[in-house]
Structures are given as C-alpha cells and as structure tokens.
C-alpha cells in the first residue's frame, strides 16, 4: 500500500452537475476545484473505463507528488496509505444538478440570473445509475448525495431516491433540500435507516425566511421538518433529519435568530443541525486577505454552545469549518 497525498472523491467519487461530470463538487478552497470528467454531459455516451482511466492520471499524478493546483488547499486531502488492488470502482456519488428551484435564496449562485437557470434542462441519470449497479461497480462504505437547486422538484427524483434505498451496497444517502415540499421518497429513506435530509432553515422568523429565500413557505418547511421527525421515530437513527443555518453576515446573524431557529428545531423532535457560512462572503475574505472577522467568530462559538446546551448534534460544514478552527476560512 503506498502512501501519497490523495482524497476519496478523486480515489472513487463521481458528481454530476447541470451540464458536466466532475471529480467533486468541492469549490470553496484556494484552488477553486473544477476537476473535470466529462464536459457538455446530456446523460449519455460515458464509458466507465474511460471514467477509470482519467481517474488512474490523476492519481498517478498524486503519486508522483504532482497535486493538481485545482486541489490545492482542499480539507479533503489526506496522505496516507491508498490501496492499489482493484481500484475501478465508485463508491460517493453526488447529483448536484443546478437546475430548477422552489425558491430563490439570496446567497446562491443562481440568483442573477434565475429565469435562464429556471430554463436549464436536467438530464436523467437514473439509466446511468442502474447500470453503475448492474455492472457491481459501487461498493459499500462510502456515501451517496443529493444537493444543487431542489432534487424533490426533479422529474425522476422519486424513482431515483427509491432505486438506491432498495441497494444494499447503499448504506447512506444525504438529501439537501429547501424543504418546501414534502417527499415520499426521503420519508421511505428515514424509516429504512439509510437516507438523511438536510432542510435548510437559514432562519428562526418568517421575517428573516422571506428575506432569505424570497418566497413565503416559512410554516410550511417547519410542517415537512416535523414529518420527517416523525418518521425518523420508525428508525434506529435519530439523526437522520437536519436543519441548516448558512450565516450570511448582515442578514441573519444575531443571536436572537439563531435561538429562535434552535427552538424551532427541538420543538419539531429534531436532533441534529448544521450550520455554514455564506461562501461569496468568504471568497471575499480570501481575496482580500483579511482575518476572521470577530463577530463570526463569536457567533460561531454561541452555536457551539447552544447546541451542547440542547442536545443536539451539531455538524460543521466547509466555511463554517474554517472559522472555529485552526484553519483559516477558504
């Protein structure tokens, strides 16, 4: 087993995007990722060899020590040992689709421009996916997401979330959703144990929720936050639904909001939530080479604590991760 500095995603991983395949979907460090597989994708015509292959340079390059510059500064680096037996294989898979969306968050990328991003057409994926499976190239211990616009709006979003459920080589599936509308596919999931639904509050009031999102579905994201509390009762795991808080200076971040999105969220029998940091704002940061600003640092803290106080779990994504620790905000 040789040592050299690598990732899972490049070692096995795949993501799809609007209109290209990528290595992953990471973008917030220093390189900026783009690692790309297949450009002008439409869902047709990729080869898993040739998905094998390009993977094989890449890695060979790590070997050699040769990180690609679009790498560079990514969490997700580790240099350890890598096995070399029987590498063709996939085993993190994430849709991040960027097409439509049921609401309009004032942080995306997506919102200069929302009604040719509204127009984008999304391509199937499920024949793909069938194949991968069919052809006994995914393997167990790894994790299968979706993010990137609404997945519950896609047209083979149900079909596609069932399929994978019913794998048994799938142990754990992540959904990222606005939660505005209510699926019976992430409802399954939750109850068999293996999907986990990340719903993104980046709110405690309907003030701050219309501000944020720009549409008027503050009551009914808390109603489908509290059905699938209810069906995560039905499994072993109670921590299988989320609710997310993406800090976006300015704008929601007091401590009055972040109590309120707290209290919301035990009041619903949910036991985990995330919390972020708007990525333009600390792409900005970066930029400009300026420190953690202290008021992001202190909040960030307050949620540390309040969340020991409640009990709950608290996860800690890219930006956020920066800010509390050692590392400096990407």
Not at 121 to 128: A, S, W
Not at 274 to 294: G, M, S
Request: aromatic fraction near 12%; proline fraction near 3%; hydrophobic fraction near 30%.
């Amino acid at each position: 087993m040789q040592e050299y500095t690598s990732c899972h995603w490049l070692q096995h991983g795949l993501s799809f995007e609007n209109d290209h395949i990528e290595m992953c979907c990471l973008c917030c460090h220093k390189g900026g990722g783009r690692l790309y597989i297949k450009e002008n994708y439409n869902g047709k015509g990729v080869k898993w060899e040739d998905i094998f292959n390009l993977k094989e340079k890449f890695i060979e390059q790590n070997k050699n020590g040769e990180i690609d510059p679009r790498c560079d500064g990514c969490f997700n680096l580790v240099h350890r040992g890598w096995p070399d037996d029987d590498k063709h294989y996939i085993n993190y898979i994430h849709f991040n689709h960027w097409t439509h969306c049921n609401s309009d968050c004032i942080y995306c990328y997506t919102s200069w421009d929302k009604i040719n991003y509204q127009r984008r057409k999304h391509y199937q994926v499920l024949p793909m996916i069938k194949d991968l499976f069919k052809k006994k190239l995914f393997r167990p211990g790894g994790e299968i997401t979706f993010a990137g616009g609404e997945p519950t709006i896609l047209n083979e979003f149900e079909d596609l979330t069932n399929f994978l459920i019913k794998q048994p080589e799938v142990e754990r599936i992540t959904v990222h959703s606005s939660g505005i509308k209510h699926s019976k596919a992430i409802e399954n999931g939750i109850k068999a144990g293996k999907l986990s639904v990340c719903l993104s509050a980046d709110s405690g009031t309907r003030e701050i929720f219309k501000r944020v999102k720009r549409v008027d579905k503050f009551d009914k994201f808390w109603e489908n936050a509290e059905k699938y509390a209810k069906a995560q009762e039905k499994s072993e795991n109670k921590y299988n639904v989320e609710t997310k808080f993406i800090l976006i200076p300015d704008v929601n971040t007091t401590k009055e909001e972040i109590d309120k999105w707290l209290d919301l969220t035990v009041k619903c029998g949910i036991k985990s939530v995330v919390a972020d940091i708007e990525n333009d704002y600390c792409r900005d940061l970066r930029a400009k080479d300026l420190p953690k600003p202290q008021f992001l640092v202190d909040l960030g803290n307050y949620i540390i604590q309040r969340t020991k106080e409640l009990d709950l779990n608290l996860i800690d994504y890219n930006n956020f991760r920066y800010l509390t620790t050692e590392y400096h905000l990407m």
